[in-house]
C-alpha cells in the first residue's frame, strides 16, 4: 500500500530516499520515510488509516513519533497536527542502534559498551581456561562488536575500550580487572597461520563494512 501510494503526484520522496524509492523500512518497528512536506505525510498517514479500517490495527499514538530535519516551523507544527504524533528528538533507537543524522560521538555508543560488559558479567568466565576465554571473545563478544561495524564508522576512542574489554577479559576473566597481558594484543589479532589467534582487528573492519556501502 505505502509503495503504490508513494507513486502518487502529490507525493515526494526524502532526498536521500528518492533514487531507490524507497518509503519505508520495516522491521518490528515501521520507519516511514518522505520529504517534509504536508502532502506527502498526509498520503502515508491516509495509508494507515486505511489499514486501520480493514485489519482493526490502530496505530497507537503514544508510542509513535515524528522526527524532523531541516523543516520550518509552521510546515513542522502543521504535520504534528494532521498526524497527532509527538516531534522526537536524535538520535533514537531503530534495530537496537541509535541513528542519528550526523556522525555519532563516541558517548553515543555506551550501550554497546553496555552490552559487552553485560554479556560476560557475573563471573561466567571465572572457571575456563583461557582457551575458553577465547571462545567467549571470539563468538559472543565479536559477534556483537560486529553488528555495529557493519552501520557506523565507529571512533577510535570506542575501538580502543573494546579493545580494552576484551584483552582484560581474555588475561584475567574480568573485564573491569587488568592484568599484564602474555602477548600483545596485535599479535593476538593476526591470523593463525601466522602466530596470531585468528581475532580480527576491529579498527580493518569497521573500515572494511564501511567501504562496501561506497
Known sequence: MLKIASQQPDFHYHSKCAF?????????????????????????????HIFSQALGLHINAGKSSIYFSGVGVSIKQGILQDSCFSEGSFPFKYLGVPLNPHRLFASQFSPLLYKLEYAIQGGMGRHLSYAGWMELIRYVLFGIVQFW????????????????????????????????????????????????????????????????QL
Not at 588475561?171 to 596485535?186: H, P
Request: hydrophobic share 40%; proline share 3%; aromatic share 6%.
Open 149 to 212: 561495524l557493519n552501520i557506523f564508522p565507529m571512533p577510535d576512542i570506542v575501538i580502543n575500550q573494546i579493545t580494552c574489554i576484551c584483552r582484560n577479559f581474555l588475561w584475567s576473566g574480568n573485564t573491569a580487572r587488568s592484568k599484564s597481558a602474555l602477548v600483545a594484543w596485535k599479535h593476538i589479532c593476526l591470523p593463525k597461520d601466522e602466530g596470531g589467534l585468528g581475532l580480527y582487528a576491529i579498527k580493518a573492519r569497521n573500515r572494511c563494512f564501511i567501504a562496501k
Open 20 to 48: 531507490h524509492h524507497i518509503c519505508h523500512l520495516t522491521s518490528d518497528d515501521i520507519l516511514r520515510l518522505c520529504r517534509g512536506d504536508r502532502s506527502s505525510v498526509r498520503i502515508l498517514l491516509e495509508q494507515l
